[in-house]
């Protein structure tokens, strides 16, 4: 009988231990970088690559990106005669939005305990804001380049014909 208590209570604590978590996941002092200069975030998956997905998911809950530019353009034209009323109006829009791309992350640490994989990942604050910088920069010149096409277009009359 005491036999049989020893052997549960071992099995009790190997099976306790083989589905908990690693100690290092959750635990901001086992971080093998500096916060400062790094976002860190915790993944946990059955595979490896949905533990990696999460850690990222966790990194960018962490970030906060609003970039909405709009560039509207409006040209009315209205001829009004005794015989004839006529209106043209033409609108175009550009709408830019910024998704996030994690351009410095990285794996720092992996365990599988059990059935899961455990992930710690890291991004570089410096890296990412040089990416991000980098892409606001090409978008920029793409809403530029919108902008002039459609002046273009207004001066040269292309909305009105294509209303016709």
Same mark, same amino acid.
């Given at each position: 009988m005491r036999y049989l208590a020893t052997l549960l209570v071992a099995l009790v604590l190997l099976s306790s231990s083989l589905f908990s978590?690693?100690?290092w996941y959750g635990n901001s002092k086992a971080i093998p970088v500096s916060i400062k200069k790094n976002i860190v975030g915790y993944g946990r998956g059955l595979? %490896?690559?949905d533990?990696?997905?999460n850690a990222q998911s966790d990194v960018a809950s962490q970030l906060s990106i609003t970039v909405h530019s709009q560039v509207t353009l409006v040209d009315n034209e209205r001829f009004t005669s005794r015989f004839q009323n006529r209106e043209k109006y033409s609108k175009s829009t550009i709408v830019t939005h910024v998704r996030q791309n994690l351009h410095g992350y990285e794996t720092l640490k992996r365990e599988k305990n059990?059935? %899961?994989y455990f992930v710690l990942g890291s991004l570089n604050k410096k890296?990412?804001?040089k990416a991000l910088k980098a892409t606001l920069q090409r978008d920029e010149k793409d809403i530029r380049r919108g902008i002039k096409t459609a002046e273009k277009s207004l001066e040269d009359n292309e909305f009105f014909d294509s209303l016709q």
């Open positions: 978590d690693p100690k595979s %490896y690559e533990a990696v997905r059990g059935d %899961y890296r990412y804001t």
